[in-house]
């Protein structure tokens, strides 16, 4: 397992963007899928995006394909969430994790970061 620190949440109002960073500590990032997942008030966690370990493929949920996209940076050893045109329903703490294989699900990631909370006032 890897621990990952989380950054760069905050509040927002809809329509504006935020950017979120995910960094390792002590290991690389570059053998893992990583990928962010949210948790809304009062609701489960659900998965937002993913990247492969090289970086080839890229996975979104439907509610923010074309808004949200993920990258990572194997110099700087951070993967990123810039989020564009958000919307309150965007509220939610979000989560880095990463994983052994190209997966959207839960389960198939090992390690997390401690969440960072995202604001999105209408």
């Known amino acids: 397992q890897v621990q990952l620190v989380e950054s760069g949440g905050g509040l927002v109002q809809a329509g504006g963007s935020l950017s979120l960073s995910c960094a390792p500590s002590?290991?690389?990032?570059?053998?893992?899928?990583m990928g962010w997942f949210r948790q809304p008030p009062g609701k489960e966690r659900e998965f937002v995006a993913a990247?492969?370990?090289?970086?080839?493929?890229?996975y979104y949920a439907d509610s923010v394909k074309g808004r949200f996209t993920i990258s990572r940076d194997s110099a700087m050893n951070t993967v990123y969430l810039q989020m564009n045109s958000l919307k309150p329903e965007d509220t939610a703490v979000y989560y880095c994790?990463?994983?052994?294989?190209?997966?959207?699900?839960?389960?198939?990631?090992?390690?997390w970061g401690q969440g960072t909370q995202v604001t999105v006032s209408s």
């Open positions: 002590g290991r690389t990032l570059n053998s893992y899928t």
């Open positions: 994790a990463a994983g052994g294989i190209d997966s959207t699900y839960e389960a198939d990631f090992a390690s």
């Open positions: 990247s492969s370990w090289t970086g080839d493929s890229t």
